[in-house]
């Protein structure tokens, strides 16, 4: 099979079908989301909202992976959307398949969350965080890609590590 081929092959399962539009839903909710904060909010100039003693609107140019680490500017910029979309287009080929659904929604939350960093990185050179939890000392400003991308994690972890060993202990009392 070609790789042409490979990946103009149509979604396979339903469930597949599902955890394209999981990862799409988590691509526009960020999409829109940093759209509304930049250009209706006017973060960019307000740099911070405070709602609540534990929560604030809070403008953070992250041009580092997750929660600002390995920052890079030029180039490093471009090998990081190579970098997301790559991982995207792997996760999307894979999640297309699925058979799993923790695994599935896992894969798609990961992959909607990349593509939504990546545009920022092409269209900004960084990305988009405003989500600030400091009041409940959590250090870092984030976004709904991040939030879906570790979310994501949190399910592939869930899947490997819990799902599948008892699927695994299942299997070997059947047989």
Sequence with gaps: MSLNTHFAAPITTALGRKGLLVALVALILDQVSKWWILYELNLALLQQVKISPLF???MVWNKG???GLLS????????LVVFSLGVAVFLIDWLRKGTKPVLTYGLALVAGGAIGNAIDRIYYGAVVDFLDFSGL???WVFNIADAAINIGVACLFLDVFLLSRSETKDDTKHS
């Design 56 to 58: 604030s609107f809070t």
């Design 65 to 67: 992976v997750s929660f």
């Design 72 to 79: 890079s500017d030029g180039w490093g910029r471009w090998v």
């Design 137 to 139: 000392y959590f250090p």
